[in-house]
């Protein structure tokens, strides 16, 4: 992840991934409060994403945007902030598609797959990626 379009393309699939979690929880029944907060915090993610995207996107368009692609090409190292968002993304839709999916063909209600402490460990992972995104576009201030 080098350049700003490889982080461009990455944020872009992150958004991706945060519409189809958001489109899962729209689907599944039980779990309203739990389900409430992860797709809030889908929402946020989502715009936050946004942000970085359009940073990024800065990055392509000017050479002077040294400071404000030097902070998202922090968070694009491998096993960093966006690697990390991204696991965590992918175990939650996968979590959320089998479930949905299994009861579905079954002909039955979806219900919610989670425990709370399982929601709250998918919340602090994703908390975590966004509080270290937030500091890069708050770096692009200062």
Do not use: C
């Amino acid at each position: 992840m080098g350049d700003p379009l490889s982080v461009t393309v990455s944020i872009v699939a992150l958004l991706q991934l945060t519409a189809t979690i958001t489109g899962y929880l729209k689907d599944v029944k039980d779990g309203a409060e739990d389900r409430i907060k992860l797709r809030d915090e889908m929402r946020s993610t989502s715009h936050l994403l946004t942000l970085l995207q359009d940073r990024a996107e800065d990055a392509q368009l000017q050479e002077k945007a040294v400071i404000s692609w030097t902070s998202i090409k922090m968070l694009s190292v491998h096993s960093g902030p966006l690697d990390q968002l991204k696991e965590t993304l992918e175990k939650l839709a996968t979590n959320l598609l089998s479930h949905t999916s299994r009861l579905k063909n079954a002909i039955q209600a979806v219900k919610w797959p989670f425990d709370k402490a399982s929601v709250m460990e998918i919340l602090n992972s994703i908390e975590r990626q966004k509080s270290l995104f937030q500091l890069a576009l708050e770096n692009d201030h200062m």
